[in-house]
């Protein structure tokens, strides 16, 4: 008899085990697709927009209450930047931002910084008063993205051209080197 109970005891043990690492398993596969990382950089099948597509109307309030909209910089190249102050890659790149804006705006690019922080101008404020950002920043109000736009994950970017089409877009972080490049390259348009 004491045989048969200790059989029966580790068969219990081990089912649960088996059950426990299969739903651990299956939650992080779950999550995984949830919270997986988007893809990185340029130009996938992905994200390789419609040469006909037009960029989505877009508008926020600014720091200041203002609204921002991306009609007003019509005629313009302009880089959407959707980005938080808790997002590390992004903090990393607006130093870098700042640079090829302060470089190209004679040119006609602009940047367009959209906040996705729930605390809004609070957070946006704090962040930029350690960390200057000298091109206009609308504020989103949180995660949730502007009708029309596709955000999976932060940063994600937009290059749009003079007439309003995206021609291009970033769902991670940018090469900054290829980002200079197409903004170029759209200006000479």
């Known amino acids: ?5 200790t059989k029966s005891s580790t068969l219990k043990k081990f089912g649960l085990a088996a059950f426990l690492s299969v ?35 877009l508008s926020a309030p600014g720091l200041d209450g203002k609204s921002i909209a991306l009609s007003g910089f019509a005629g313009k190249v302009v880089l959407v930047d959707f980005w938080a102050t808790w997002c590390d890659p992004c903090k990393e790149e607006i130093p870098d931002l700042v640079k090829l804006r302060e470089k190209l705006k004679g ?4 940047i367009f910084g959209v906040s996705m922080d729930e605390d809004g101008a609070k957070a946006v404020k704090t962040f930029t008063a350690k960390q200057p950002i000298t091109y206009p920043l609308g504020l989103n109000g949180g995660e949730q993205p502007p009708e029309g736009w596709v955000v999976p994950g932060l940063p994600t970017a937009y290059l749009i051209g003079r007439q309003g089409q995206v021609l291009k877009r ?14 170029t390259a759209a200006l000479a348009k």
């Open 23 to 57: 739903s651990t398993v299956a939650v992080y596969l779950i999550a995984g697709a949830r919270f997986a990382p988007a893809p990185s950089g340029g130009e996938t099948e992905e994200n390789l927009p419609d040469p006909n597509e037009k960029a989505a109307p």
């Open 107 to 110: 040119k006609g690019f602009e």
């Open 1 to 5: 008899m004491p045989n048969t109970i």
């Open 170 to 183: 970033w769902f991670g972080e940018k090469d900054m080197a290829e980002l200079e490049s197409d903004v």
